[in-house]
């Protein structure tokens, strides 16, 4: 079987192509969060996975200060 983590996703797909899901409101959004706080990647790689990506699908502008 393929490997499907989010750092093997990462590899595969690059980061740019990935966003961030929590499944709500069915589900609670804590063990999703957690799944991006604890990957090992840089801060950069985080912030698409968690906003930017899916800013950039949904077409806005918005940028949040960095920090």
Request: net charge negative; no cysteine; aromatic share 4%.
């Amino acid at each position: 079987p393929r490997d499907v983590s989010i750092p093997a996703l990462i590899d595969r797909l690059g980061a740019d192509k990935l966003a961030f899901g929590t499944g709500i409101p069915i589900s609670y959004p804590d063990p999703a969060l957690l799944k991006v706080d604890i990957l090992e990647a840089d801060e950069g790689v985080k912030e698409q996975l968690r906003w930017r990506n899916a800013a950039q699908m949904l077409g806005s502008s918005v940028q949040l200060p960095a920090g």
